[in-house]
């Protein structure tokens, strides 16, 4: 069967990343559309001039970091032209930042429940937060210290785990004072488990990876 490409119209949005995506099935196993996941900002584009270096240095304690939100895209394969864009759960659950997301890598392209990301505690002008994401839930756990700039959570597993949330999280955190620390978080508690300080002054790093073996 010759493969087909259609157009799907949907609400204007604005990412910059991606979470998830995998196939929505009913109840007789046939695949009835696509559910893809983003860290969203309704939209509003004033996101990017945030953003920019001098907006980012010259905060004065007021609320000025936009509003993001878990959207989730349904795309139909039953030949509509019009998709759905609805917030995954309630964007206050995590302070109306949402960015720099990641998952347990074993559900990329599947159906998944957890979800790990840089959310916000306000007044603030850049992501302050950690959010665990409960998608069926609709619930977040927030992890926050007074000064300091987390980087990408990134979610290994426990070696033989069989729980989607079963292992740590793992940011590179800037503190306040220059210093920056390694901190590691328990996957399901989403309590602190321990942090490694640096022996140097840390810069804020965007992205995070895990890499098991050297």
Avoid at 132 to 159: C, M, Q, T, Y
Avoid at 170 to 175: E, K
Wanted: net charge negative; aromatic share 10%.
């Amino acid at each position: 069967m010759p493969c087909q490409v259609a157009s799907v119209e949907v609400p204007p949005f604005l990412t910059f990343h991606f979470i998830n995506a995998y196939e929505e099935v009913d109840e007789n196993g046939r695949v009835t559309g696509i559910i893809a996941d983003c860290c969203e900002h309704n939209a509003d584009t004033s996101i990017l001039d945030m953003l920019r270096l001098q907006n980012l240095r010259s905060f004065a304690g007021l609320d000025v970091l936009p509003d993001a939100r878990v959207g989730r895209f349904r795309i139909p394969l039953d030949g509509s032209t019009r998709g759905e864009l609805l917030a995954a759960l309630d964007p206050e659950e995590h302070g109306r930042g949402m960015d720099m997301c990641s998952i347990n890598p074993a559900y990329l392209g599947k159906k998944y429940r957890y979800a790990y990301a840089c959310g916000a505690r306000r007044p603030c002008n850049f992501p302050n937060t950690l959010a665990k994401i409960d998608l069926v839930e609709k619930k977040a756990k927030n992890w926050h210290d007074d000064g300091a700039v987390p980087s990408e959570p990134f979610f290994v597993a426990r070696p033989g785990a069989t729980e989607e949330d079963d292992g740590v999280v793992i940011s590179i955190v800037s503190d306040k004072n220059g210093e920056g620390y390694a901190l590691m978080l328990d996957g399901a508690t989403f309590e602190e488990i321990a942090r490694a300080k640096f022996p140097y002054g840390l810069p804020y790093g965007l992205h995070g990876c895990w890499v098991p073996k050297m």
